[in-house]
Every structure is written in structure tokens, then in C-alpha cells.
Nanobody
Framework: QVQLVESGGGLVQAGGSLRLSCAAS????????VGWFRQDPGKEREFVAG????????PYADSVKGRFTISRDFSKNTVYLQMNSLKPEDTAVYYC?????????????????????WGQGTQVTVSS
């Protein structure tokens, strides 16, 4: 069993930065891939970025490439999402999720139902 807790969200002006954290409990967390998703009310949950269990595979959505960076700290059982050059359209609730299927096939990363565990989400609001 893995439990995930997101933190680091908040209100920031356009062009600013935030770092989200996804802290996990459970001894098996290091063997899971982690994905970050975001969701606006009334919209589908959207894949943002992911990192494989080894850290060797890190897919990104086109909308965040070059602005967001995902990383993981095994010693802290935590995955980070560094978000730079934020835009108002980045406003959403951000969720992290852990899964066992994610690898080189992008399909497993972008489909929310391919993940086993989810956090409760953290709100990110970017003002213009």
C-alpha cells in the first residue's frame, strides 16, 4: 500500500515559480513510477509529467516542456515538480499518482486509470 500527499501549491503571478512535492509512505514506493496530473473543474484530468522508478524515463506534456522539471529523491520518498515560467492556463488542482505499468509506452503515462494510487491534490493558481 502506498499513500501519497501533495504539497507546495499556492497563488503565484504569471512568470513565477512553484515546486510541488509528492511525499509517499510505503516501502515499495521506490519501485513505482510517478505521474503528475492536473484538473480544472469540468475538464478531464490531464497528464503533466512523469518519472519512472529509476528516474531514467521522464515524459512531459507538450504544454509544459521546457518549463516544468520532474525529479525524485529516493532518500526522502518524494517526487518533485519544479514549475517555472508559470502561465494562467497552468491553474488547476495538481495530483500525483503512483503506478507499476509506466515505462517507454507513453500510453501508460497519460491515462489516469493506469495508476494504482493517488494523492488528494494541491491547488495551483496563477494570476495574470
Amino acid at each position: 500500500q502506498v499513500q501519497l500527499v501533495e504539497s507546495g501549491g499556492g497563488l503565484v503571478q504569471a512568470g513565477g515559480s512553484l515546486r510541488l512535492s509528492c511525499a509517499a509512505s510505503g516501502r515499495t514506493f521506490s519501485s513505482y513510477a510517478v505521474g503528475w496530473f492536473r484538473q480544472d473543474p469540468g475538464k478531464e484530468r490531464e497528464f503533466v509529467a512523469g518519472i519512472s522508478w529509476s528516474g531514467g524515463v521522464t515524459p512531459y506534456a507538450d504544454s509544459v516542456k521546457g518549463r516544468f522539471t520532474i525529479s525524485r529523491d529516493f532518500s526522502k520518498n518524494t517526487v518533485y515538480l519544479q514549475m517555472n515560467s508559470l502561465k494562467p492556463e497552468d491553474t488547476a488542482v495538481y495530483y500525483c499518482a503512483a503506478g507499476a505499468k509506466q515505462g517507454y509506452d507513453l500510453g501508460y503515462w497519460v491515462r489516469p486509470y493506469e495508476y494504482n494510487y493517488w494523492g488528494q491534490g494541491t491547488q495551483v493558481t496563477v494570476s495574470s
